[in-house]
Each structure stands twice: as structure tokens, then as C-alpha cells.
């Protein structure tokens, strides 16, 4: 689905509720930490980095540290970003932590995130990222995205498709709507045909 039926159907897909943990999915210079920060501005969540914990502590597993930070920020809403990495960390998150209530799925082609992964080592912000290791990212990115993906789904978490070959204030227009459910501040026009407006969800 995109951004626009999510909205259209957010009731059905969260009863009502406010997220609780967000899935932020996407290659290698999609965009995901942009998007992120500005989440994080805007709407006041707890911002979590795979990548990051995983440099921090290594040696554990991902599913047992992102658990961790989570319990460190009881009664907010959690951004994972970068997570999960395959079907066993899909699943591993769903028994743990629980079933997230939303995928964001940044998608763009693999020459636009290999423009992106090259441009960042050029101007030194990551000086890991050059053509090699790029599209070896880019091929383990794949190797089990779709399988996470279909993963979720059959968990019925709704997977919003947002472009992310736009620039980041592109991707934050198709999140605007997103963006003001997460602040329980939506009216939806329309609701199960009724065609009243819904009143908040405070």
C-alpha cells in the first residue's frame, strides 16, 4: 500500500491506537536516519539505530539488545531503523517485543542508492562507502529483504511504500499524513463508508 491508503484505512489497521513500534526499512542510502531525525524532531519518538547498537555491542544479538534499549523507554514510541535484517530477526522481534504496528519501506532503485553510498565517501561522512563496498551492501540488503517484507505481512503489519528517489523533504510530504497520526491529531473524511469524519484519537 501507500502512504495515501494507509491514511485512507489507518483505523482498521490500528484500531485506534497510536504505534508503538515503527519499522524504518530500506537499502543502504535510502534514507532512513534522515527520515529518522526528522521523526524524531517532529513527533517526539525514541529513535533506534540497529547499525549503531551493533557497533556499541557487537558480541550480542541484535534482537536481545534492540529489546534492551526498548525497555529503557517504557511507553514510547520506538523507530527502528534498519530492523529487521532478515526473517529470523522478523520473527525473533514478534515473539520478543511484539508485532510492530507499522513497516515504513523506503524504496528507490539500487543506481540511486549507489550514487548516494558513493557520494557519502567522497565528502567523508562515512569513509567505509566506496563502489566495493556498496554493492556488496546493496547485495546483502537484497538477499533478504523480500523475504522480511513478506514476513511482516503475513504478520499483517502494514507495509507503507514511500519513494525515497526524492529528495528527504519529498519523502517527509508523503509521511505528513503519518506524521500527524503518530501525534493522535488525525480526522479521517471517511469511515467505513459512512462518510462522516472521525473524531481524534486522543
Request: proline share 4%.
Amino acid at each position: 500500500i501507500d502512504a495515501d491508503e494507509f491514511i485512507a484505512h489507518s483505523d482498521l489497521f490500528l484500531s485506534g491506537r497510536p504505534a508503538r513500534i515503527i519499522l524504518v526499512v530500506g537499502g543502504p542510502g535510502s534514507g532512513k536516519g534522515v527520515l529518522c531525525q526528522r521523526l524524531v524532531k517532529e513527533c517526539g519518538v525514541v529513535h533506534l539505530s540497529s547499525g549503531e547498537l551493533l557497533r556499541d555491542e557487537i558480541a550480542q544479538g541484535t534482537v536481545s539488545l534492540m529489546q534492551k534499549r526498548m525497555k529503557d523507554h517504557p511507553g514510547k514510541r520506538i523507530l527502528l531503523d534498519g530492523f529487521p535484517r532478515s526473517q529470523e530477526n522478523a520473527r525473533d522481534l514478534v515473539t520478543l517485543c511484539g508485532k510492530p504496528e507499522l513497516a515504513l519501506h523506503l524504496t528507490c532503485d539500487d543506481t540511486v542508492l549507489l550514487e548516494r553510498i558513493m557520494k557519502r565517501g567522497q565528502s567523508g561522512e562515512r569513509a567505509d562507502d566506496n563502489f566495493e563496498t556498496g554493492i556488496q551492501r546493496i547485495r546483502t540488503y537484497h538477499k533478504y529483504h523480500n523475504m522480511t517484507l513478506e514476513f511482516l505481512r503475513s504478520e499483517h503489519v502494514p507495509v507503507v511504500n514511500l519513494d525515497c528517489a526524492t529528495t528527504p523533504d519529498g519523502v517527509w510530504e508523503q509521511l505528513r499524513s503519518i506524521a500527524r497520526l503518530m501525534r493522535s491529531t488525525v480526522r479521517l473524511n471517511t469511515t467505513h463508508g459512512s462518510g462522516k469524519e472521525m473524531p481524534n484519537k486522543e
